[in-house]
């Protein structure tokens, strides 16, 4: 019975996860005969890229801060702690800026993007579309992807930018450490390849939440519990692909640069 | 022309079209009726391929749409125009972003031109000036008259009507049967409408499909189809549960 439900649910992802490459394929080959709407794509950065600024930089300061105030807990007891901020840095820049980002864009964004497009096909406007001669993968996903293609590095970028001032603010003010030497050993410490490593995975996560969110809104089961089930797993689903596509790409990114 | 051949859909093992045929000419007009689940909506949605047929063929103007996959059927889509039975307005948009969306879609026009063919679509259904109303302000009979406005904007050739009176009072329904009968005699369209309102089958099918035990049981000119003596014909017209049962 326990082996049969395993089954059951193996088969059901790799059927979802077929379904999102189908849908992946749709909107790459849609991209390139796309008639640019720009009210909705603009409209699309505004709501996936202006409107999660706030989330976005809370989270960015405060991880900044928190990741400040521990690196100088241990690096203290080494007498390290100018190297405090290169570590809020580089971290905040490969790692941490690009994944809490998407992770929070993931939770804003993507569980919005399966409930408008979950109700949408719950009262018949998937099929209105349809019968009015307008792929629904045209006109509802492909804007979304692209705006959150290109929101993503943005507000990983903000992000980053506070987080090492929320770091240098309480390293400066809270623990007391050198301001001069605490930003020459972060400018020394990180390199171009942290940033554009953290920008090209802010890209290709938001890829990863505006394709979840659309497939799970487009396939949602009929009625309120269908959508609020879309909804759900459009954020847990996206949050642990990013987290296990974070590894992956830290991985062959840093091998690439490596290699440059 | 619209024909159906040998037409079979079923959901998971149950199936609720088993062999509809039927044919219609341009320009004809025919009410289809059954008993709620009987499988009328979905007929209408395989004739425009907004769910996939099993087996059989459904012919639009002699081309077979069942083997046509999602961007081949947009083209064939733009001969219709469709009214749900809910509506199925987009409830983000205003009433002319609504009734505009065929035209900004496919048409190149000015701002100017496709306004000046809002407000022609929204006179023709008896809604002037109510442009600028988001779709949530509006009752039940305006949501349907806004949807067979945005149907007819683009002048398709046959308008499909899902239940167009359902959940509507008896006056409001009248409304929109007067106004679905002059759509088609002033657009000259081919018009399928799925009912179980016997008086939307009568005023607007010239001829009537009856859907019984999952394929076409009965149909004739409407005149012919309501004098029918057949008991489950009779039944249904006069909607009697129970067919022993005397209507006074």
């Known amino acids: 019975m326990a082996g049969l439900f395993a089954n059951q649910r193996v088969t059901e992802a790799l059927a979802e996860l077929g379904g999102i490459a189908l849908l992946a394929k749709e909107a790459g ?3 390139f005969k796309w008639r640019v709407a720009w009210r909705d794509l603009l409209y699309q950065i505004f709501s996936i890229g202006v409107k ?12 900044g801060m928190v990741l400040a105030a521990q690196t ?3 690096f203290h007891q080494v007498k390290m702690d100018t190297a405090t901020l290169a570590v809020v840095s580089v971290a905040m820049c490969s790692e941490l800026g690009p994944v809490l980002t998407a992770l929070m864009v993931a939770g804003r964004v993507g569980a919005a993007m399966a409930a408008e497009i979950g109700t949408m096909r719950v009262t018949e406007q998937i099929d209105a579309l349809r019968a009015l001669a307008t792929h629904p993968v045209d006109y509802l996903v492909v804007p979304r992807l692209i705006a959150a293609h290109l929101a993503l590095p943005l507000l990983t970028a903000e992000s980053i930018v506070v987080g090492i001032l929320g770091g240098y603010f309480v390293s400066v003010n809270l623990l007391g450490i050198e301001p001069v030497y605490l930003w020459y050993n972060m400018l020394k410490y990180t390199h171009d390849a942290d940033v554009v490593i953290g920008l090209i995975k802010a890209f290709i996560y938001g ?7 659309c497939y799970k809104g487009l396939t949602c089961k009929l009625g309120a519990e269908g959508v609020g089930q879309a909804t759900t797993e459009a954020v847990v689903y996206s949050s642990i692909t990013i987290l296990i596509a974070n590894f992956f790409l830290t991985l062959v990114l840093d091998k690439i640069a490596g290699a440059l | 022309m619209i024909e159906a051949r040998n037409l079979r859909k079923g959901f998971d093992t149950q199936p609720v079209l088993d062999g509809v045929s039927f044919r219609i000419e341009n320009g004809e007009s025919v009410a ?3 008993r709620s689940g009987c499988g009328k909506s979905v007929l209408l949605k395989l004739l425009i391929g907004l769910l996939p047929a099993d087996a059989g063929e459904a012919l639009i103007d002699g081309e077979n749409i069942v083997p046509m996959n999602e961007r081949q059927l947009l083209r064939v ?13 987009f409830d983000s948009m205003t009433v002319a972003e609504n009734v505009a969306f065929g035209l900004r879609r496919h048409e190149h026009l000015t701002e100017a031109e496709i306004a000046r063919r809002v407000a022609g679509a929204l006179d023709m259904v008896d809604l002037p000036g109510t442009e600028n109303k988001q779709s949530a302000e509006l009752s039940g009979g305006m949501r349907k008259r806004v949807g067979l406005a945005r149907a007819i904007i683009y002048e398709p050739q ?3 009507y899902d239940e167009p009176t359902t959940g509507l009072d008896p006056i409001a329904s009248d409304s929109i049967d007067q106004l679905m009968a002059r759509v088609r005699d002033q657009l000259k369209v081919t018009t399928m409408v799925v009912t179980h309102d016997m008086r939307t089958a009568r005023r607007i099918g010239q001829r009537v499909l009856m859907l ?3 394929r076409i049981y009965a149909s004739g000119p409407a005149d012919e189809f309501f004098a029918s003596p057949d008991p489950v014909v009779r039944q249904f017209i006069d909607g009697v549960a129970d067919p022993k049962e005397h209507l006074p």
């Open chain 1, 29 to 31: 080959s849609s991209l």
């Open chain 1, 52 to 63: 999660s600024q706030p989330v976005v930089l809370v989270t960015g300061a405060f991880t």
């Open chain 1, 72 to 74: 100088y807990i241990q």
């Open chain 1, 207 to 213: 890829g990863i939440i505006a394709l979840i969110g």
């Open chain 2, 32 to 34: 289809i009726i059954g």
């Open chain 2, 77 to 89: 889509r733009r001969k219709f125009g469709m009214v749900f039975q809910g509506s199925a307005l």
């Open chain 2, 158 to 160: 046959i308008v499909l």
């Open chain 2, 212 to 214: 019984h035990d999952k």
